[in-house]
């Protein structure tokens, strides 16, 4: 390496001109690996392939930031971390380089063994997409360095004249010429560095775009949903209508959304097939039209995450359209040791739930539409299952392929090894969505409202308590059924002051939501909601 070093043709650039290029390298081989996994049709990339392991991989220790982490906004800060710590080791590989001249390959080959290995062990991944895109971000990388080290070092000839006379200030300019120094040609590396972000930066949006939406959206457009052969109607009015309230029915583009998944699964309904299998005497599949053609259900449900603290927002009323369950299962011939039924995603996610519960006559659907549309991509396209009275993380597999009978004791789904309980059924729940947390309002009549719900169960009576007051019987929305929440209003004579509002729910069994404040995991929180408000 010292023979190198002392070579005049070598001439080392600054640390932070070395770093800049290492991390403008790193930035080319991230994007050319993305638009490689693009152009191979791949849904997972290196990058989200590395960011779906640490998922798996952490997901139990980060078990209580759940929410935050498998939260849209969060999968986002994990992609942009894996970015940013690429662009970091990517600086370090080009300070390394000044001095050690494998440091390109070996730096950028051990990021591409990782990415290949991360793409490869991948359920949506391949050890051909994980080669080949691999391969092609190591060259890029290396190669990219190279580029920007020649046109670092370019014009250390002419450099060496004094920056007036090409214009190019150097970076030793007090002195020039001398033997071994460094000089930069500024004008050539930041015209490369320039280049190279351009291209990483068209090369990684053309790689999302390619991998956005298209095959999703063409079923869209192929798909005309059937009649539903039985229909719970959603009330055609509901009885108070109060700025703020959540409306009975969530519209789509509100409902919340939780997963695991960096990169929406997009699943054409073309070629997608639904397997029924395990303890089944006649285990078989079907695709989209077969699906669309059996008999149907349309009917509303509310489903919540257990990760929903009290007084979240991560649940919702939809109304869904589907087949069945039990009819599914009563044509495979279901066994009676068949004590499980684990749905299965295209994304390696699973959840399972007792048989019993899909066979006791509650809704528990393949569904294929939301709210009237065919499923959007971030709810499930091409299936889901909706099972009332079960948080989703046990029952409401997204891009479902697979619903296989198993026995109970021998599988255990995605969030079970994880720290979450194997059971999960809905808690009774109530919140306040009126008025709104930081509101100030003014006294006189003022509404008090929000939802309340137990799926399955049903809300018998919502109760609301103004401080220390009694607790008043709110006014109850029509709910369609059971399985939806409800709204709930109140009207409250305000005085001037501090209150705090609380509110509790009681269910169609009698039971009262108890007071006991607890974190969602393992099982899902409990608690009233409470609001503080200033009246003047
Ligand atoms: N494939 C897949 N399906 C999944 C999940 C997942 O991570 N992957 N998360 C589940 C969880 S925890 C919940 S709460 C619901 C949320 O459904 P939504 O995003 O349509 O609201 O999806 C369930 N289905
Ligand atoms: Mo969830």
Same mark, same amino acid.
């Given at each position: 390496?010292?023979?190198?070093?002392?070579?005049?043709?070598?001439?080392?650039?600054?640390?932070?001109?070395?770093?800049?290029?290492?991390?403008?390298?790193? =930035? #080319?081989?991230?994007? !050319? @690996?993305? +638009?490689? &996994?693009?152009?191979?049709?791949?849904?997972?990339?290196?990058? *989200? /392939? %590395?960011?779906?392991?640490?998922?798996?991989?952490?997901?139990?220790?980060?078990?209580?930031?759940?929410?935050?982490?498998?939260?849209?906004?969060?999968?986002?800060?994990?992609?942009?971390?894996?970015?940013?710590?690429?662009?970091?080791?990517?600086?370090?590989?080009?300070?390394?380089?000044?001095?050690?001249?494998?440091?390109?390959?070996?730096?950028?080959?051990?990021?591409?063994?990782?990415?290949?290995?991360?793409?490869?062990?991948?359920?949506?991944?391949?050890?051909?997409?994980?080669?080949?895109?691999?391969?092609? =971000? #190591?060259?890029?990388? !290396? @190669?990219? +360095?190279? &580029?920007?080290?020649?046109?670092?070092?370019?014009?250390?000839? *002419? /450099? %060496?004249?004094?920056?007036?006379?090409?214009?190019?200030?150097?970076?030793?300019?007090?002195?020039?010429?001398?033997?071994?120094?460094?000089?930069?040609?500024?004008?050539?590396?930041?015209?490369?560095?320039?280049?190279?972000?351009?291209?990483?930066?068209?090369?990684?949006?053309?790689?999302?775009?390619?991998?956005?939406?298209?095959?999703?959206?063409?079923?869209?457009?192929?798909?005309?949903?059937?009649?539903?052969?039985?229909?719970?109607?959603?009330?055609?009015?509901?009885?108070?209508?109060?700025?703020?309230?959540?409306?009975?029915?969530?519209?789509? @583009?509100?409902?919340?959304?939780?997963?695991?998944?960096?990169?929406?699964?997009?699943?054409?309904?073309?070629?997608?097939?639904?397997?029924?299998?395990?303890?089944?005497?006649?285990?078989?599949?079907?695709?989209?039209?077969?699906?669309?053609?059996?008999?149907?259900?349309?009917?509303?449900?509310?489903?919540?995450?257990?990760?929903?603290?009290?007084?979240?927002?991560?649940?919702?009323?939809?109304?869904?359209?589907?087949?069945?369950?039990?009819?599914?299962?009563?044509?495979?011939?279901?066994?009676?040791?068949?004590?499980?039924?684990?749905?299965?995603?295209?994304?390696?996610?699973?959840?399972?739930?007792?048989?019993?519960?899909?066979?006791?006559?509650?809704?528990?659907?393949?569904?294929?539409?939301?709210?009237?549309?065919?499923?959007?991509?971030?709810?499930?396209?091409?299936?889901?299952?909706?099972?009332?009275?079960?948080?989703?993380?046990?029952?409401?597999?997204?891009?479902?392929?697979?619903?296989?009978?198993?026995?109970?004791?021998?599988?255990?789904?995605?969030?079970?090894?994880?720290?979450?309980?194997?059971?999960?059924?809905?808690?009774?729940?109530?919140?306040?969505?009126?008025?709104?947390?930081?509101?100030?309002?003014?006294?006189?009549?003022?509404?008090?409202?929000?939802?309340?719900?137990?799926?399955?169960?049903?809300?018998?009576?919502?109760?609301?308590?103004?401080?220390?007051?009694?607790?008043?019987?709110?006014?109850?929305?029509?709910?369609?059924?059971?399985?939806?929440?409800?709204?709930?209003?109140?009207?409250?004579?305000?005085?001037?002051?501090?209150?705090?509002?609380?509110?509790?729910?009681?269910?169609?069994?009698?039971?009262?939501?108890?007071?006991?404040?607890?974190?969602?995991?393992?099982?899902?929180?409990?608690?009233?909601?409470?609001?503080?408000?200033?009246?003047?």
């Amino acid at each position: 390496m010292t023979t190198t070093q002392s070579s005049p043709t070598a001439r080392r650039l600054s640390v932070p001109v070395a770093a800049v290029a290492g991390a403008v390298s790193a =930035a #080319v081989a991230l994007a !050319v @690996g993305e +638009l490689v &996994a693009s152009l191979l049709s791949s849904p997972v990339s290196l990058v *989200t /392939a %590395v960011g779906s392991e640490f998922v798996d991989r952490f997901a139990a220790s980060l078990k209580d930031l759940a929410v935050a982490l498998f939260g849209t906004n969060d999968k986002v800060a994990l992609v942009v971390g894996i970015v940013v710590v690429s662009l970091i080791l990517g600086a370090v590989i080009g300070v390394l380089d000044r001095a050690w001249r494998l440091a390109a390959p070996v730096g950028f080959g051990a990021f591409g063994v990782l990415g290949a290995w991360a793409l490869a062990s991948d359920v949506q991944g391949s050890l051909l997409v994980a080669l080949v895109s691999a391969a092609s =971000a #190591v060259g890029a990388g !290396v @190669g990219a +360095l190279s &580029a920007l080290r020649r046109a670092a070092s370019r014009n250390t000839a *002419t /450099a %060496v004249i004094g920056p007036s006379s090409t214009g190019s200030a150097t970076e030793d300019s007090r002195s020039p010429g001398r033997p071994g120094a460094v000089t930069l040609d500024r004008r050539s590396f930041a015209l490369a560095v320039g280049g190279l972000i351009f291209v990483a930066g068209t090369g990684g949006l053309a790689a999302r775009a390619m991998r956005a939406g298209g095959a999703v959206d063409a079923s869209h457009r192929r798909t005309v949903l059937p009649r539903a052969t039985s229909t719970t109607p959603v009330p055609a009015e509901q009885p108070f209508a109060v700025v703020g309230l959540s409306p009975y029915v969530t519209p789509t @583009g509100d409902f919340y959304r939780i997963d695991t998944a960096l990169s929406t699964p997009q699943v054409a309904s073309d070629g997608w097939r639904l397997r029924i299998t395990g303890m089944v005497d006649q285990p078989f599949e079907l695709g989209y039209e077969d699906l669309l053609a059996l008999d149907s259900v349309e009917a509303p449900v509310t489903i919540a995450c257990v990760s929903n603290e009290v007084g979240g927002r991560l649940v919702g009323n939809a109304v869904w359209q589907g087949v069945p369950l039990a009819s599914l299962l009563d044509r495979a011939g279901l066994r009676p040791e068949a004590t499980q039924i684990v749905g299965r995603s295209v994304d390696g996610f699973t959840a399972g739930f007792p048989t019993a519960v899909a066979l006791d006559g509650r809704t528990a659907l393949v569904a294929y539409a939301m709210n009237g549309e065919p499923l959007p991509a971030d709810h499930g396209h091409p299936a889901r299952l909706i099972v009332s009275g079960l948080y989703g993380y046990v029952s409401a597999t997204k891009w479902l392929e697979e619903i296989e009978l198993t026995t109970w004791e021998s599988f255990d789904g995605y969030w079970v090894p994880r720290g979450w309980s194997k059971v999960g059924p809905i808690k009774l729940q109530s919140r306040i969505d009126v008025p709104r947390a930081d509101a100030s309002l003014v006294a006189g009549p003022q509404p008090i409202a929000g939802v309340a719900w137990a799926p399955d169960t049903g809300v018998e009576r919502v109760e609301v308590q103004i401080d220390d007051g009694p607790w008043r019987t709110a006014r109850l929305g029509a709910s369609a059924s059971a399985d939806t929440w409800v709204q709930w209003h109140l009207e409250w004579d305000a005085d001037a002051g501090d209150h705090v509002i609380s509110v509790r729910a009681t269910d169609a069994t009698g039971q009262t939501q108890t007071s006991e404040l607890t974190d969602p995991a393992p099982d899902g929180a409990t608690g009233w909601h409470t609001r503080r408000v200033r009246v003047t």
